[in-house]
C-alpha cells in the first residue's frame, strides 16, 4: 500500500481531548521503590506502589486497565497502558518436558526462552540481545546476525512467562539463551536486581554466561554480587580459541583468563568455565592436559557441553568414551569438572540451538 493511500487511523476524540501525558517508566522490571515514586507521582497515594509490584510479579496482570484494586477513576484515566510483558509466539514441548518459547516483544522482534523442569527445580534459559554478534562457529544463534539488545522489562519478562506457564516457582536462571550478556550489562544488571528483589530468586541461582569481553568481566564483578559467572572457554590454547571463536583474535585467552582471576579476586567466587567437546577438533586428551595446566592453582569448575549438532557447520558430537576420557584426565589433574548434556534437543532448546530464523 502507497502512503497516500493509506488512511491513518485517527480516534476523533482523543484528538479532542488530548490525554494528559503520563511519564511512565517501564513497569514490569521496575522496583518497588521506582514504582512507588511513580505512582506518587500521579497524585496517588504511596500504598499503591506496593499493589502495583504485587500486581506485576504476583499476579501477572498485564495492563494497568486490569487492576481491579486500583480507583475507577484513576484507571479510566491511565487507560490501556501496557506494563511490558511480551506475547507467545510460538511453544515447544520436547519429550523431556523442557519447553521452548519464541515471544514476540513490543516492537515485533521475536526472542526465545525456554524453560527446564527437573522435580526439584525449574530453570529459565534467558535471552540478553535479539541474535547476537559475537558470530562463535559452533553456535546457531551467531548465525542469524544481530538485532538489538534487550531491555531490563524484556529479560525480566522471560522469567514469569516460564513461571506462569509451568504455573510453578522459577528457581534458577541461566543468562544462556540468545546473546552475550555482556554486551548488554546494564540491562543485565538491572535484570538479575529484579529477579533476585522483585521475583525473590536468591543471587545464588543466577548464572550469567559469557564468552568474554574485554573489562566486562571485571566491571561486573565489581557490582560485588552472588551471582555465578561462566565464561566460554572452549579451549585450551589461543590458536584453537580463535578458530572457533571470531572475538578471541581481539581478546586473547591470556588476557581473558587474567580478567577471570581478577573476578576471583574481587569476588571470592570461583569462576566457571564451559568447555564445548566438538570431536577431533579440542576433545582429545592432550586438550584436556592443556586445559589442566592453564587452570591449575586458579579456583574454577569445569563445565563440559557436548556439542548440540546445528545445520550449517559439520561439528560433531564426540563419542562418549572420548567425553568420559576427557573428563578422567581433568580429575587426574584435580580439576573440579561435571558434564553438562543440554536438555530440550528435539525441541531446538539446546545450547546454541536457538535462533530466530526457525520461526514456525
Ligand atoms: N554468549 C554467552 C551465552 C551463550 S549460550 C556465551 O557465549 O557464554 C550458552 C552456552 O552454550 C555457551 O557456552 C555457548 O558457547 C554454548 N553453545 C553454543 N552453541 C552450542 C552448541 N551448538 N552446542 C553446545 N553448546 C553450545
Known amino acids: 500500500m502507497s502512503a497516500s493511500s493509506a488512511s491513518p487511523i485517527v480516534n476523533s476524540s482523543t484528538q479532542e481531548q488530548p490525554l494528559p501525558e503520563i511519564a511512565i517508566p517501564p513497569l514490569l522490571g521496575a522496583s518497588l521503590d521506582e514504582l512507588t515514586a511513580w505512582v506518587v507521582s500521579q497524585g496517588q497515594a504511596a500504598y499503591r506502589g506496593k499493589q502495583l509490584h504485587d500486581w506485576i510479579y504476583n499476579k501477572g496482570v498485564r495492563s494497568l486497565a486490569d487492576i481491579s484494586s486500583f480507583p475507577k477513576q484513576?484507571?479510566?484515566?491511565?487507560?490501556?497502558?501496557?506494563?511490558?510483558?511480551?506475547?507467545?509466539?510460538?511453544?515447544?514441548?520436547a519429550s523431556d518436558g523442557t519447553i521452548k518459547y519464541l515471544l514476540r516483544l513490543s516492537d515485533g522482534q521475536?526472542?526465545?526462552?525456554?524453560?527446564?523442569?527437573t522435580e526439584n527445580r525449574l530453570t529459565v534459559c534467558v535471552s540478553t540481545q535479539v541474535g547476537c554478534p559475537m558470530a562463535c562457529d559452533f553456535c546457531a544463534t551467531g548465525k542469524g546476525g544481530f538485532k538489538r539488545n534487550l531491555t531490563r522489562t524484556e529479560i525480566v519478562d522471560q522469567v514469569l512467562t516460564v513461571q506462569e506457564d509451568f504455573q510453578r516457582r522459577v528457581s534458577n536462571i541461566v543468562f544462556m539463551g540468545m546473546g552475550e550478556p555482556l554486551l548488554n550489562l546494564d540491562h543485565v544488571l538491572g535484570a538479575l536486581h529484579s529477579i533476585n528483589k522483585d521475583i525473590g530468586i536468591g543471587q545464588r541461582n543466577l548464572t550469567v554466561s559469557t564468552v568474554g569481553i574485554r573489562n566486562r568481566i571485571r566491571q561486573f564483578a565489581q557490582n560485588n554480587l552472588q551471582v555465578t559467572l561462566a565464561v566460554s572457554l572452549h579451549a585450551p590454547n589461543q590458536k584453537l580459541r580463535e578458530q572457533i571463536i571470531p572475538s578471541a583474535r581481539?581478546?586473547?585467552?591470556e588476557d581473558l583468563l587474567a580478567e577471570c582471576r581478577e573476578y576471583v579476586e574481587i569476588t571470592g567466587r570461583r569462576a566457571t568455565f564451559e568447555y564445548i567437546l566438538l570431536a577431533g577438533v579440542n576433545d582429545l586428551p592432550e586438550h584436556a592436559l592443556e586445559l589442566s595446566r592453564r587452570l591449575r592453582g586458579f579456583q574454577s569448575h569445569v563445565n563440559l557441553i557436548p556439542y548440540n549438532p546445528i545445520s550449517e557447520v559439520d561439528y560433531q558430537r564426540p563419542k562418549p568414551e572420548r567425553i568420559n576420557n576427557f573428563v578422567?584426565?581433568?580429575?587426574?589433574?584435580?580439576?573440579?569438572?561435571?558434564?553438562?548434556?543440554?536438555?530440550?534437543?528435539?525441541?531446538?532448546?539446546?545450547?546454541?540451538?536457538?535462533?530466530?530464523?526457525?520461526?514456525?
Request: charged share 25%; proline share 5%.
Open 74 to 93: 484513576w484507571r479510566t484515566e491511565l487507560g490501556d497502558i501496557p506494563i511490558g510483558r511480551s506475547t507467545e509466539h510460538y511453544r515447544s514441548v
Open 110 to 117: 521475536i526472542v526465545e526462552t525456554v524453560g527446564i523442569p
Open 250 to 253: 581481539s581478546y586473547p585467552i
Open 328 to 360: 578422567k584426565v581433568l580429575k587426574q589433574q584435580h580439576i573440579a569438572v561435571s558434564v553438562r548434556y543440554s536438555r530440550g534437543l528435539e525441541a531446538d532448546a539446546a545450547c546454541g540451538q536457538l535462533r530466530v530464523n526457525k520461526i514456525k
